[in-house]
């Protein structure tokens, strides 16, 4: 192991911290997230509300004579939020139709097929040999997974897509309108689902690495203990004790938004941008994309390999 040595005088080198920084915001931040759940569970409202701003419209149906859809779409929207001088490009997809079916035999393959072709696209530009100085990326870094509040437990369809969801993004699943349960039925119904996610073996985000300190991993596992995120989203804001907040008005009361005593939009929020959103960009790099990158190019080094033989044979 290198020795460190403490330099007798001041060279200056600390400063290459500032330097990263003002290049990078320069050039600014890219986060992509796809909602995934089906329609009516609120993912436009809380996409919203996490960024407080109004980037999505609702994809629900909001007429009878309106068609329902037949198959799971993609649709994707852009946006450049900007928060003290730092810049955020911000890539949504919704999927709309997901799970609105009868019979949603395959309803998630057209979810997977696009977070895989944003690894291959990624990878096509990667291996250009004039390639871009900076590649513009579109893989997913975040897959915000809407169970509905049923109070019971995981439907069979939701254990195969985080199954399925989780082996190329990191997912992340939230009860959608937990203002529709107790306090006492929402602690309930997320510890069933943590138990069927354990009992499925189903990996979800955050992941511990060997370069995480003792803060870190402390901070993984409280938010382990959270998930999933029982979240409640407005764009309304209402009067609460003379203070406008954002927050849902009832016969019964109103549902403080960011009051955690309500439900865990704070968590949530906090969680995506606060404390682990570079380390959701990071484990799409280095644990999903890597993933993807290794299995296609060990593919296409056993074609190369199987060509000779082939041609072989053929003679």
Known sequence: MTEEIRATSYVGFDSITQQIEHKLLKRGFQFNV???????????TLINTIFASHLIDSKGRFSADEPVRQTTEIQTESHVIVENGVKLR????DTPGFADQVNNEGCWDPIIKYIKDQHSAYLRKELTAMRDRYIQDTRIHCCLYFISPTGHNLRPIDVIVMKKLSEVVNVVPVIAKADSLTLEERESFKSKIREELIYHNIRLYPFD???????EIQLNETIREVIPFAVVGSENNVIIDGKSVRGRKTRWGVVNV???????FVHL??????????????TTAQIHYEAFRSKQLLALKEGVN???AAGTAQQ
């Open 34 to 44: 796809i909602l995934v759940g089906q329609t009516g569970l609120g993912k436009s």
């Open 90 to 93: 911000l890539n949504i997809v």
């Open 209 to 215: 690495t060997d370069e995480d300190e003792e803060e």
């Open 258 to 264: 960011e009051d955690p005593n309500h439900c865990e």
């Open 269 to 282: 929020r906090n969680f995506l941008t606060r404390t682990h959103l570079q380390d959701l960009i990071e």
């Open 306 to 308: 199987q060509r000779p």
